[in-house]
C-alpha cells in the first residue's frame, strides 16, 4: 500500500529540510560533468586493509609480550642468545612500523612503490624473522611468545598475499591508465 502523493511529496520536503544541509552550496551541472567524467576506479584492497587495520592493533599487544617474555628468560639465555633477540626485536619494532605505514600508503593511494616495499619488507625482513623466533627451540620459546609469534605470522601470511593480489591489480590499472592516456594524446593531435 503506497502513500498518496501529496503525503509523500510533504514527507520528502519534511526530509529533505530536515536532513540536508541548506546551507551547503550546490554543485553547478560544470561540477557534476567534471565529477562525473573522472571514471576513476578504486583498487584498494579491501582484505589487505583489514590485516593491516588488525595487524597495527595487534603489534602493541605482541610487542609488550615480547618484552616481558624476553625480561623472564633473559638470565637462562647463553649470551649471544641474549645479543641476537635483542637485535631482533629492535629490527622487528622498526620493520614493523615502517612495513605498516608502507601497507597504509601504498594500499589507500594507490601507490605502486610503496606498497611494493610493503610487500618485499613483509615477505624478505619480517616473515623470516617471525618464523626464526617461533621455531628455533634454542630461545626458550614460552607459550605465550609461541601463540603471538603465530598470530602475527599469520597476520604478515596473509598480507603478503592480499599484498600481491593488491600490487598485481595496481599495476594493471596504472599500466592501462598509461596507455590510455598515450590514445588521448594522438586523438588531441589528430584533431
Do not use: C
Not at 541548506?22 to 584498494?44: A, G, I, K
Not at 619494532?93 to 605502486?112: D, F, H, M, P, S
Not at 628455533?136 to 609469534?149: D, K, M, S
Request: hydrophobic share 50%; glycine share 4%; charged share 15%.
Amino acid at each position: 500500500m503506497d502513500l498518496p502523493e501529496p503525503i509523500r511529496r510533504r514527507l520528502g520536503d519534511f526530509s529533505r529540510t530536515v536532513f540536508v544541509d541548506p546551507t551547503h552550496s550546490r554543485l553547478s551541472p560544470e561540477d557534476h560533468v567534471t565529477f562525473l567524467n573522472q571514471n576513476r576506479e578504486v583498487v584498494s584492497n579491501l582484505p589487505l586493509q583489514m590485516s593491516l587495520f588488525f595487524n597495527l592493533w595487534f603489534f602493541p599487544l605482541w610487542w609488550i609480550s615480547e618484552v616481558v617474555m624476553l625480561h623472564l628468560k633473559y638470565p637462562a639465555l647463553p649470551d649471544y642468545y641474549k645479543f641476537i633477540l635483542i637485535t631482533i626485536l629492535i629490527l622487528m619494532t622498526l620493520i614493523e612500523a615502517i612495513r605498516l605505514y608502507l601497507g597504509y600508503a601504498g594500499n589507500l593511494q594507490e601507490k605502486v612503490p610503496e606498497l611494493a616495499g610493503f610487500w618485499l619488507l613483509s615477505l624478505l625482513l619480517q616473515f623470516p624473522l617471525t618464523l626464526f623466533q617461533l621455531f628455533n627451540e634454542a630461545i626458550l620459546i614460552q607459550p605465550l611468545e609461541r601463540g603471538v609469534h603465530i598470530v602475527l605470522a599469520l597476520f604478515i601470511l596473509a598480507e603478503a598475499l592480499s599484498g600481491f593480489v593488491a600490487l598485481r591489480a595496481m599495476v594493471r590499472h596504472t599500466e592501462s591508465r598509461f596507455h590510455l592516456r598515450q590514445f588521448n594524446g594522438i586523438q588531441e593531435l589528430g584533431a
